[in-house]
């Protein structure tokens, strides 16, 4: 860890962008979904009761997440044995044609079944593409920015946040320009040809990308079975990197699936305040998250993140606790939670690439990654709700991010100095 980072050159700007733009519309598509997830369940899933048709909607997109750590497997081992670019390249084009195809499907009522069943299908598609997209973008851009893998690694998600703006600023549109029944019958599928196109041109300018250096000189060392690898000499790593990536994760599926139904439905918020506020809340988090990995090259990037599990386990209950008085300034109190993971989510990232060689990496950071954000962000909205079922406080969601923040303390407290293992070629078998 050098005490000036140097700045990054022009090809190394532009692959970050290319690889991180990517990153963005794919969580446009993957995100899009749950926010017209009610149109869906209309379309594809008629029942007598709303509810059940719902539920099964909110099933599906579980479904996705479900499908990221296969994905990841699967998607992993060919980065790790024949190159980043080319899994980048296939992401990139076939999540966008499941978009596409998803805003396309016929309804059930022209369809039947088969409707239902072919947007399951493109659903999982979507997931597995996502379980690699990721780890392949932090992969990819540690190894080409190899300058400024830190800040590097905060434009990725800084793009990410901007994607899951971007489908709520759609919805917004759409919401205001359409009556219900035309958002019903067809201002849904806008949202997902609109996503499908912008995925596309991503495609056409990823073409442009060039293989990581640091693939390129291992390249004659790739391992046949990087997973099988991975499981085997780094598994304290593995266990590391869930630990280094928990409370990103965890705040992440709160904010973005529980908070706004929990503001909205059991604080009583006035639901357009609350799509605001988190929308403000999300740039925030992109702001100050693309400033702390700003300094994630110049200073031990283990210390942001204690400074963020610090932050959270002793502010999160209380900023839980003035939510749930049903007065609060959201436009404050929100930021103000995002601000505070500043230091986690601007680091998380270069930690995790830090853990692995080059001959594993993708492998070892799918792995981390998918497993964290499939446990934490997939379960953490319904343990959310469980707990303030369990206790009858409101405010109990807090607790969660308070638990998961020491986890996240304890692992980061437990890293030395991180530093990127580019060109390592250790534990090399097969």
């Known amino acids: 860890m050098t005490a000036e980072a140097p700045d990054l050159t022009r090809r190394q700007w532009t692959m970050t962008v290319l690889a991180s733009l990517g990153g963005g519309l794919e969580y446009y598509d993957f995100i899009v979904y749950g926010i017209f997830a009610q149109y869906i369940a209309a379309a594809f899933f008629p029942a007598s009761d709303p509810v059940a048709a719902l539920t099964l909607s909110l099933a599906v997109f579980a479904v996705g997440y479900l499908a990221r750590p296969l994905g990841g497997v699967v998607l992993s081992h060919f980065g790790d044995r024949y190159g980043r670019k080319t899994v980048f390249v296939v992401t990139v084009f076939t999540m966008s044609a499941c978009t596409l195809g998803m805003g396309l499907v016929p309804p059930h009522a022209s369809w039947g079944v088969a409707a239902t069943l072919l947007l399951v299908g ?26 400024r893998p830190g800040f590097a690694c905060g434009i990725v998600f800084c793009f990410v946040n901007s ?23 067809y201002g849904w599928r806008i949202a997902f040809l609109f996503g499908g196109m912008l995925g596309l041109v991503s495609f056409w300018l990823r073409r442009s990308l060039e293989e990581t250096p640091e693939f390129l000189r291992l390249q004659h060392t790739a391992s046949r079975s990087p997973v099988g690898e991975v499981l085997r000499l780094h598994r304290r790593a593995v266990l590391t990197g869930i630990g280094i990536v928990a409370l990103t994760a965890a705040f992440n599926g709160i904010l973005f699936a529980h908070m706004p139904a929990y503001l909205g439905q059991v604080l009583r918020y006035d639901r357009q305040t609350v799509a605001l506020a988190i929308n403000v809340a999300l740039l925030a988090m992109s702001v100050s998250l693309l400033a702390a990995s700003w300094f994630a090259d110049r200073i031990p990037p283990r210390r942001l993140l204690q400074a963020s599990t610090l932050l959270l386990l002793v502010g999160a209950v209380p900023a839980y606790v003035v939510l749930a008085r049903g007065d609060a300034n959201l436009f404050l109190v929100l930021p103000l939670l995002t601000v505070a993971m500043a230091g986690a989510n601007g680091s998380f990232a270069y930690l995790l690439a830090t853990l692995f060689p080059t001959r594993v990496r993708f492998s070892g950071v799918a792995l981390s990654l998918n497993l964290g954000f499939t446990l934490l ?28 923040a020491l986890v996240g ?16 070629v250790a534990s090399v078998s097969g």
């Open 122 to 147: 493109l659903r999982f598609v979507q997931g597995l593409c996502i379980g690699g997209e990721l780890p392949g973008a932090i992969t990819f851009v540690v190894e080409t920015a190899s300058r």
């Open 377 to 404: 962000s997939g379960l953490g909205p319904l343990a959310a709700n469980a707990l303030i079922g369990a206790t009858g406080w409101p405010a109990a969601p807090g607790l969660i991010i308070a638990g998961v």
């Open 409 to 424: 303390l304890l692992t980061a407290l437990r890293l030395g100095d991180s530093r990127l293992r580019v060109g390592e």
């Open 163 to 185: 994607g899951v703006i971007l489908a709520a600023l759609v919805y917004l549109a759409l919401q205001t320009w359409l009556p219900p029944a035309a958002m019903a019958e």
